[in-house]
Every structure is written in C-alpha cells, then in structure tokens.
C-alpha cells in the first residue's frame, strides 16, 4: 500500500528565503508526481506534474524534482513571498493519486 | 486548461436526508474519476475510484452503501452521502483523468457538506 509522507509538517519564514519541501513515498511504481496548493477552505491548484520519466519540472519560482528510485521528491521555493503562504500536497499516481499529509506553510513580511 | 466542475460549493442538511454532489469534466472526457474527503486540517484521503460504465471501486473503510458513487457518462460522476449524519461534514473533492493512467488529474473545488 501506498504511503505518501511530507516532511515539515509546518514552516514558518520569513519573506524571501528559499525553501525546500520534502515527500516520500514507498512504493515507486508511479505513473507521475504532483504537486498542489491549497489555500484554507479552497479546493486544490496543480502546480507541477512531473511524468514518472523525468526528473525535474519548473514553473516560475518553482522547481521540483523526482527520484523514483529512492522514493522522493522535493519542492523548491525560490524568494517566497507572502502569497506562498499556504498548505503545499504531493501527490503520487500509480492507478490512484495518493496524497501526502501535507506541508502548512507560512511566509511573513 | 482543462476544467473540472464541482457542484454545490457548499450545502448544509439535515441529519437522515441525503445530499447529491456533482463533478463533470467539462472540456474533456474523463474515463476515470476519483472523489476525495478532507477533514479540517488534514490531507486528503481517497475514498473511491469512479470509471464511467462499471461500479466505483472504494477505498477499504468507506461504507459504499452510505456513499453511492455513479459515473454515468464521460463527462458526470456523482457522489450520493445517503442518511447524512453530521459525522459527514467533511469537504469533497472529486479528480478526474484526462487520459488514462498517466494523464493527468483536475480537481473540482470541492464541495463543503455541513450536516445539523
């Protein structure tokens, strides 16, 4: 069974520091790897798909990377801003898109 | 991009009624659709696997009589909560798949039940 697990669970900086947000998960048969931001109350935003074949994919100030073989992935931050300040989700797709548990995060001016 | 629509936002009932939440893909065909709960402050967990034509397949825990899932079309997957208790408030959150396997899943906004 597919376990999906971020690391912090809470982060709290200030404006403009980079950040890396971690997820692993145990099984490494995966068809690809999201990650999503979810502001309180509001559904989910896609914010980086990464195909099971590639490593890498960057979106702005957003880079994340994949290592299926060690079952991990990180995402990185770059100048965060107050704006970021949300719950950031991995998730893994093997069939079912299993979330991790989450990362609370929060940039203060 | 693609659209994946979500309906009602939020509702509230009675305990003992039941309540009727939609997802439709609706600029592109999703053979498979997956509904979500979220409870406060916590990740979402799977509840079950919708494909258009056969039966949802749920998540070990999920009681499939209480949360009837239909996917009658292409583009329409419905979740049913039947006799709500307010032990299912909770926030649903329905996916679905643009192609299969490795597409890629939108996410309706979710709809927030609050059952008194």
């Known amino acids: 069974k597919q376990e999906v697990t971020q690391i912090p669970a809470a982060l709290s900086v200030p404006e403009g520091e980079n950040l890396v947000l971690n997820c692993s998960f145990t099984d490494s048969a995966i068809y690809n790897l999201q990650w999503f931001r979810q502001d309180p109350g509001k559904g989910l935003t896609s914010l980086l798909l990464i195909q099971s074949s590639q490593r890498e994919q960057t979106s702005g100030r957003l880079n994340a990377s994949l290592d299926k073989s060690s079952g991990r992935s990180t995402l990185y931050i770059a100048a965060s801003q107050p704006g970021d300040s949300a719950t950031y989700l991995c998730a893994v797709d093997g069939d079912k898109l299993i979330f991790g548990t989450g990362t609370r995060l929060q940039v203060f001016p | ?116």
């Open chain 2, 1 to 116: 991009g693609a659209v994946v629509s979500q309906h009602p936002s939020r509702v509230i009932c009675k305990s003992g009624t039941s309540v009727k939440i939609e997802c439709r893909s609706l600029d592109f065909q999703a053979t498979t659709m997956f509904w979500y709960r979220q409870f406060p402050k916590k990740s979402l967990m799977l509840m079950a696997t919708s494909n258009e034509g056969s039966k949802a397949t749920y998540e070990q825990g999920v009681e499939k009589d209480k949360f009837l899932i239909n996917h009658a079309s292409l583009t329409l997957s419905t979740l049913t909560v039947t006799s709500a208790h307010p032990e299912d408030s909770s926030f649903y959150i329905c996916s679905a798949r643009r192609q299969l396997n490795t597409g890629e899943l939108f996410f309706g906004e979710g709809s927030r039940l609050t059952v008194l």
